[in-house]
């Protein structure tokens, strides 16, 4: 039930008719006198109205636009607010190629053509497993300039679905069914809100859809004098932007010290490496094991990008594990993180079909 039709070719907004207008074109097509089809696929289409004042086109035989009163009246709201504030409306818009394919309810231009805002609108709550579709679509519509906001009537809290609720991942906002509230201000608010905080488009330059984890491990500042403890540190960014924090300290047992002595290498070394060894096992783990925070983002994203403090001879180690060795050598670390780490980089890689490189830029 889109809110615009083409009719003789010319798009037609259904709420941004006047009375007249609406009632000419209800009477044209009833006498056969013009032709309505959907912009998006061009079925055939009739102007209806229904209770509220609320119009659409019905069209039977499009699945592009599946809408509720709901979501027509949001539609409305948002057309009517941008068209009275300067913006050119679209609606029912579908963008990209034929591999990267997109689509919003309402797309609105501002006057000097600079900036381009997409409101998708859902007439149901998303389920955990839909995050990846609508972090694909944002990073669809991006790539065409376009910032996506998407509307729903709830929104999960449960698996990544929470980082949205923080701001990450894709810009989304709960509305009110039965009632024109988005983000808890009155619809017309918000969307005069949103317009006027002018947001910069988003870069056009294509990016690896990937996660980031950042390790560090240095000597304790709270313990200074002990040899032993560290603290440690792993940070988790998607997209270039950060998401959360793991740090922790940690400590080396006596078993530890015991089989990095029998090394009989530099002990500095070797336990500023086994640290951040541990660090790394850790984060990555939150990937590649099923009790992970980030086990289920292979549906968001590509792959993952390592970036290590490069103390000692840690780079050395990810590049060799990556290239698929597992050289003797690194047992001079403590064995039991160079196993998980190895393990859980080819789980990532073979199972879960991600690109796991390391990042040798900033």
Not at 32 to 38: L, Q
Not at 76 to 102: E, F, L, Q, Y
């Amino acid at each position: 039930m889109p809110i615009s039709a083409l009719v003789n070719g010319e798009e037609r907004v259904a709420p941004l008719l006047t009375d007249t207008e609406w009632q000419v074109l209800q009477e044209f097509h009833r006498s056969g006198g013009v032709k309505v089809s959907t912009s998006c696929c061009h079925a055939p289409a009739t102007p209806v109205q229904v209770k509220g004042g609320y119009r659409y086109f019905k069209a039977p035989s499009c699945d592009h636009a599946v809408d509720t009163i709901d979501t027509i009246r949001m539609e409305s709201i948002i057309a009517k607010t941008a068209s009275n504030a300067g913006w050119s409306i679209r609606c029912n818009v579908i963008g990209g190629d034929k591999t990267r394919p997109w689509m919003v309810n309402v797309l609105a231009t501002s006057p000097d053509g600079d900036r381009r805002i997409g409101f998708v609108i859902s007439s149901k709550e998303p389920s955990v497993s839909d995050l990846g579709k609508y972090v694909i679509q944002s990073f669809r519509m991006s790539l065409s300039g376009i910032i996506p906001i998407f509307l729903f009537p709830s929104i999960p809290r449960a698996g990544l679905w929470r980082f949205v609720h923080e701001g990450k991942f894709i810009t989304a906002l709960k509305y009110v069914e039965g009632r024109g509230i988005i983000g808890g201000l009155d619809a017309q608010l918000y969307v005069e809100v949103a317009l006027e905080n002018q947001p910069n488009a988003p870069s056009n330059q294509m990016r690896i859809r990937s996660f980031k984890i950042t390790t560090w491990a240095k000597r304790s500042e709270t313990h200074p004098d002990d040899p032993y403890r560290f603290d440690c540190c792993a940070d988790v960014s998607f997209l270039d932007e950060h998401i959360m924090s793991f740090p922790w300290e940690w400590v080396a047992s006596s078993e530890v010290i015991h089989q990095l002595q029998e090394r009989g290498e530099d002990m500095d070394e070797l336990l500023l490496l086994s640290a951040e060894m541990c660090v790394l096992s850790i984060a990555i783990s939150h990937f590649a094991r099923f009790d992970g925070i980030f086990y289920t983002a292979r549906d968001i994203a590509l792959g993952l990008l390592i970036k290590t403090s490069g103390v000692g001879r840690i780079n050395d180690i990810v590049d060799d594990f990556l290239g698929g060795g597992f050289k003797e050598k690194y047992y001079a670390v403590y064995p039991r993180f160079v196993y998980l780490v190895k393990r859980d980089i080819l789980e990532l890689k073979r199972k879960k079909g991600y690109v796991v490189a390391r990042s040798i830029g900033s």
